[in-house]
Each structure stands twice: as structure tokens, then as C-alpha cells.
């Protein structure tokens, strides 16, 4: 009998280790960026009403995206869906170059027991791959609750430097939450202007607030982007302007995926790779700045 027992303690926890071993599940996320109100903005006086509103309309539809999240207990890849181009859309090249600073683009891969990632980019005509340790965030837990697609969730908060390289971070200079004094002092500066670099009417704040719902009914330690650190999978995320919120999810699919790291680019960091991009917009900013047609002038080439 204590034989018995102990084959059937032994063939538990085998099955218990085999499942953790193949659980894998995906999720489908929808992301929505809010997009920078450009009324009564400093813009370059060539921009007409239709171009503003044509350039509204664009900008929105590249702040509306569609992504995967495949993952297992350690592991997950993170990639946007992909769609059919429609007629008259951005070319390959600029789209995949757009969508790096959108959010998109590659593949995000995170290891959550190395604490690493590892993503794909592609700038200016030029293939990097970013590797390097996964942000810790000092999650607030909160005991709020609410329901997303049938799980129950819990909040939790966490404040963020903003990446300089995400142009979603981009906040209007005479935003609504500037202080009268503060639009004052931008007029003033730029008074007697009589041309402006469209980008002059955006800056990046040094903070974000980070505001998250998990479910502990999913108990793995994942999320959209570089998000994670949470006792349960992430179904929802919002830093103020974009919000990434799940519509679905599958568990132990029949057909698995392959979750592994991309490898294709030059292995940079973080931070180097931050530093080429903020030095190659500086240049292309400069480059713009006083010249006619302001917005529409040509790319600037990333020197091999």
C-alpha cells in the first residue's frame, strides 16, 4: 500500500512539472494612443486646415494597432499583427521605421527569469538588436478590482522615466496641463518666430505614470511590451496616453508556438541605441529647422 502511495505521490508531481512544462497561452491586445491635440499649436504657417486634418487622421490610424502575446511560464514574444497594406499607405521602409517609435515593429522577446529582453528595430535603413535587462517597476499594489473579459483583476500603479524614443510619449508644449504661467513664458520665446520646426511643439516628460490591471487567475509573470513584475498576467495597461488593453485570450492551445528571441541586427543596448536614434532625429530637426516645407522634408540617411 505504501508503495502504491508513493508511485501515485511520484506520478503527481510529474504531471504537475509536465504541465507547467508545456502551459502556454496567447493573448490579443489592442492599443490606442491618444493622439496630440494640434489646435492652436505653433505649427509651421505652410500647414493648411486639410494637411492638418490629413495629418490628424494618419497620425491616428498609426496609434491604432493590434498585437500577439505568446507566452509560457518563463517566457514571451510580443509582436504586432500583421495587416494587409491598403492602397496609397506609407511605403515598407518608413512604416517599419514609424512603427519603432509607435510601439511596434519586430518582435519584443522577455525572459522573466534572466530578467532580459531582447528586440528587433529597424531605423533609417538600418537593423539593430536591442538586448538588455528588463525595467524593475516598483508596482503599488492597490486593492481596487474589476472584471476584463471574465478574469478578475487588480490594480496596481508604478511611476516610469519616459523613453525618448517613443514618440507616444509626446506631449503638446501648450498641453491643457501646462500652467498658464508656462504658456506665457512659450510665447514669449517664441515671439517675432516666423517659421517653426514642427517638432519644437512637443516635448517628453522625464515621468509617466504607469497604471495596470492583472489577473492572479493567470499566474504568470507577463504583460504587454516591457510590462511584467506582477503577480499575474497583464491584461490591461495605461501610462495617461496609450492605453493597451486585452480582448482575448486562449490557454493551452492544441498547436503551440515557438518562443525564442530574434536574432537579426546589430546588438546594441538600450541606451546606445537611444542615443543614435536622439542624435539622428537632433540632426534631421536641425536639418528641417528654417527650411520651406518644414514637415515634408527628406529623410536623413544614417551614416555606415
Do not use: H
Amino acid at each position: 500500500m505504501k508503495k502504491i502511495f508513493i508511485c501515485m505521490s511520484l506520478m503527481l508531481v510529474f504531471t504537475q512539472m509536465r504541465a507547467q512544462k508545456d502551459f502556454q497561452g496567447m493573448a490579443v491586445y489592442e492599443s490606442k494612443t491618444q493622439a496630440p491635440k494640434m489646435e492652436g499649436m505653433r505649427a509651421n504657417r505652410d500647414i493648411t486646415p486639410e494637411m492638418q486634418k490629413n495629418m490628424e487622421e494618419r497620425m491616428k490610424k498609426m496609434l491604432e494597432k493590434t498585437f500577439i502575446l505568446n507566452f509560457d511560464k518563463s517566457a514571451s514574444i510580443y509582436k504586432e499583427e500583421e495587416k494587409l497594406e491598403t492602397p496609397g499607405q506609407q511605403g515598407g521602409g518608413m512604416r517599419i521605421m514609424m512603427n519603432s517609435f509607435m510601439g511596434g515593429g519586430g518582435t519584443f522577446y522577455k525572459d522573466v527569469k534572466s530578467k532580459s529582453y531582447t528586440v528587433d528595430k529597424e531605423f533609417m535603413g538600418k537593423e539593430f538588436l536591442v538586448i538588455d535587462s528588463l525595467p524593475k517597476l516598483n508596482w503599488k499594489m492597490e486593492s481596487e478590482t474589476k472584471q476584463i473579459g471574465g478574469y478578475t483583476c487588480y490594480k496596481a500603479t508604478a511611476v516610469k522615466e519616459a523613453s525618448k524614443t517613443d514618440f507616444r510619449n509626446l506631449r503638446p508644449k501648450d498641453g491643457e496641463d501646462k500652467k498658464p504661467e508656462d504658456k506665457k513664458e512659450d510665447t514669449k520665446k517664441t515671439s517675432g518666430e516666423t517659421k517653426t520646426n514642427f517638432a519644437d511643439n512637443f516635448e517628453i516628460p522625464k515621468e509617466i505614470i504607469i497604471t495596470a490591471w492583472y489577473s492572479p487567475e493567470i499566474p504568470i509573470n507577463q504583460g504587454p511590451e516591457n510590462y511584467w513584475g506582477l503577480p499575474g498576467l497583464i491584461l490591461e495597461v495605461n501610462d495617461g496616453r496609450t492605453t493597451i488593453l486585452c480582448s482575448k485570450i486562449v490557454l493551452n492551445a492544441k498547436d503551440k508556438v515557438e518562443i525564442k528571441a530574434p536574432t537579426k541586427g546589430k546588438v546594441i543596448s538600450q541606451k546606445d541605441y537611444d542615443e543614435t536614434v536622439i542624435k539622428k532625429m537632433e540632426e534631421f530637426r536641425e536639418m528641417n529647422r528654417g527650411r520651406e516645407g518644414g514637415p515634408g522634408a527628406g529623410p536623413v540617411m544614417i551614416r555606415r
